[in-house]
């Protein structure tokens, strides 16, 4: 029987523990820091067994999920880089890629490192809102790294599709991360920004469903999400100057009271945006 | 038996038509230029009788409510301005407010205007997307004139429970613009700006909830929304340029590198959003 230690059992960590039960000839093992998410995930048959002391479970697993958040990938990874077991895989599963490979190199060349991104999630965190289904119909992404051995990425692909993912890309770190940074680092920088608004809360019962939809993701974690940003900085802000620039674009027709200028430029985006939702093969730049 | 006529049976003309079948005594009757709407309201019995010759329902209609685009319903109240009933009751159902009550001093003395706001709508627009449901359990904004009567706001108040709206606020032209200005109006111009960037298409089927809750709206009906913002251009600009402002903060502290600040910060709108989304009173300022 092999062994799969989870490290980290929040939202990502435990639901994947929870979508991984039974997964081929593998034990799930469950590894935290805190008692309450042990004692939750005993009771809760989160993993096969669990334990706080990751030392004794590195040595064995063939394979070592780290669903940390990103600091603590990158601390684990530094701490414990010599103790897995020859032949290991060890993957992440955070929202950044870049700055995670880069942290991987410190690792032996006989432990295969592979970025992971199943691309789930909810606004809430910890484990007591993970569940087994979090993963269906998502995307999961995967950044090998050159020296990556097929078992290892064939394996992956495996685990995927037994927790439900719909398909798996294999990309770079760079391209991950400029996705990333658009599709969904960036909407969580627009939430928060409406969210400052003095306005917010004498509008409180009468935002409609745009508002909610746009501000959805403001009550975010923000431990993690600092860390998120601040790993993927340049893309980000790639991201925000194009949105600043668009936005400033509208703010003008608007101030010239120019309604020609308004209306071609709605006319442009509009469209943009019925394409965009036309039925066609997803993509990934 | 009362007679109400609804100017315009597009999406809003077309579910109110629907959600007003039997209320009172009244008979509604709608009013379109297209004839391809007035058959389909026909075929639909969205209506208990249409026509295309708004000249002869308005000087016998005791109610006539406008669900016309802004500029129409400003077009239609100077062109029928010496028509309407004495004592009619004349109203509008857009989403701005300031702009309509002055193009409606237009009218004489002896025929009432109140400017209405049912918060609801789809980001579809015709009469085929039309359906009764669609106040349900929405806000109903008034903005009467210092001399409408008690007895017509009663009857709209009427007409708003009857319709499934679950209250009924009374306030300024210029409070509901500033508020539509900030929870609706800047999330259309956030949405179509997302859509913009250069990388929509690449990512197209990687996008999230998030993404897609923030640009759900940008498939926009351009005339209308042309219209919607530059008839509140100063107060869209306003809300405008404090998101700017709050989007360049948070740009700042990431371009800073400052994962200090950047957590305060994320910390502050994160919690103002939990706290907007506790328990409480619906407020409007």
């Given at each position: 029987m092999g062994c799969i230690a989870i490290v980290g059992l929040g939202l990502i960590g435990g639901s994947l523990a929870l979508a991984l039960r039974g997964f081929e000839d593998y034990e799930i093992v469950?590894?935290?820091v805190s008692q309450p998410t042990l004692r939750y995930a005993s009771e809760h048959g989160v993993a096969g067994r669990v334990t706080s002391r990751a030392g004794d479970v590195v040595g064995q697993a063939d394979v070592v999920i780290l669903a940390l958040h990103p600091q603590g990938i990158m601390d684990f990874l530094q701490e414990y880089r010599d103790q897995f077991k020859t032949g290991a895989l060890v993957a992440d599963v955070c929202g950044v890629k870049g700055a995670i490979l880069q942290a991987a190199q410190v690792l032996p060349e006989e432990?295969?490192?592979?970025?992971c991104h199943p691309m789930a999630g909810t606004e809430f965190s910890g484990i007591e809102h993970a569940f087994a289904g979090m993963f269906r119909d998502s995307h999961f992404i995967l950044t090998p790294r050159p020296h990556s051995t097929p078992e290892h990425i064939a394996l992956l692909e495996r685990m995927a599709e037994y927790i439900g993912c719909k398909d798996v890309y294999k990309t770079t770190p760079q391209a991950h991360d400029a996705l990333i940074a658009y599709t969904s680092q960036m909407m969580h920088i627009i939430a928060v920004s409406v969210?400052?608004?003095p306005m917010l809360f004498e509008c409180r019962g009468f935002e409609g469903s745009s508002f909610r939809g746009c501000t959805r993701v403001a009550a975010l974690d923000v431990g993690l999400w600092t860390q998120l940003f601040?790993?993927?900085?340049?893309?980000?802000?790639?991201?925000?100057?194009?949105?600043?620039?668009?936005?400033?674009?509208?703010?003008?027709?608007?101030?010239?009271?120019?309604?020609?200028t308004l209306a071609d430029k709605l006319a442009f985006s509009a469209a943009r945006k019925r394409q965009m939702d036309l039925p066609g093969p997803d993509l990934l730049g």
């Open positions: 469950g590894v935290d432990v295969d490192f592979i970025g969210c400052d608004d601040s790993l993927n900085s340049p893309a980000l802000l790639e991201v925000l100057d194009r949105l600043l620039e668009h936005l400033t674009s509208y703010r003008q027709a608007l101030a010239a009271g120019d309604a020609d």
